[in-house]
């Protein structure tokens, strides 16, 4: 009977010890509490925070150069004009090939005209001789008929068969000739628009439109400086389509798995710090970029045009990535969950002074809130900078 007394006597000092344990551990008794904030239903939405870089877009750049070799007659711009799309930027001099021009035009009318004599000519000169030779044909046949009956010589039968043969001989001989004659106007007409074309082909090097419309960017070459053409285009000018640009965000490895095309995006530069621009991802490169040693991806993201008035190319950017968001959750503020031995936990108000541990699961951790999934309710108030009193161990 007395050893049943005495273990529940011990049974009651360790139920005794357990219970002090548990409120030395989960209660903390004058707790200085600074700030609180409330369990509260809310939106929240991950992000993931990372640096960029403003980039014009393909084709938004472009250098401009010369094919042909000469003198620069004219240069219409300098750095910072603003043209349009053909407007002529640069004249080289061209008076050689004007020059050429002019003579193969003149060429080509008298070609031309050639040919107009030969279609004129040679049908009428066809017209008398197939008439000689039927003239000649008729006679032959009735020299033939007459020398039956014994009207005729032989002589003039003779006769008349060659004027016949020597009349179809010349008719022959003047379709062939109109034939040929004809053919070789025409392909001479052929190659001398094939040699004006290249001229005006090479006439058009000469000019120097501007490919998009835009800024200049860099002028290279001045009026009456020779361009000598090789192996490649003498440069000339850049001009940038400053409204054409896009965003590469630099992922960093360990975030690229939350990263996917469609996502939204905000970021801000240093030169507007208080203005948000927006925008989407538009496509994420495979390739990595590997930077301090850090491996990054990029993903692009375009630039709307009423956006780009305030960016210019090579601006950092400071970007945020939102990859999930959730409505009217369970939230707390980030500054609420502590991690304390491998666990979140929060600290809930329970009197003046007096906080009390719990252990809560959370879930998508935002910008300035975190989703709350087990340990605490709505409406409870929570320590979120507070000072623990300091536990005196034995």
Known sequence: MKKIWLVVLVLVVVAIAAFWGYRKIFKEPGAKVLETARVERADIRGILVETGIVKSQVGAVVKVGARVTGTIMQMNVKVGDRVDK???VALI????DRKQLERLKAALLSAENTLKQIQLTYPQRIREARANHDYAKINFTREQELLKSEYTTR???DKARNEFEATESNLKRLQEEFKTQTEITKANIDEISAQIKQIEVRLSYSRIHSPISGVIAEVTA????TIVTGLQVGHLF???DPTSLEMWIYVDETDIGKCSVGQGVEYYVDTFPDRTFHGTIGKIYPQPVVKDNIVYYVAVVEVPKADAEFLRPEMTSHVKIIFEEKKDVLTVPNAAIKFEEGRQVVYRLTGPGRVEKAIVGIGLRGEDRTEILSGVAEGEELATKLILP???RP
């Open 222 to 225: 001045q009026e009456g400086e």
């Open 86 to 88: 053909g407007d002529l």
């Open 155 to 157: 002589d003039a039968v």
């Open 93 to 96: 001099d061209d008076r050689e």
């Open 390 to 392: 300091v536990t005196r």
């Open 238 to 240: 850049t001009v940038l």
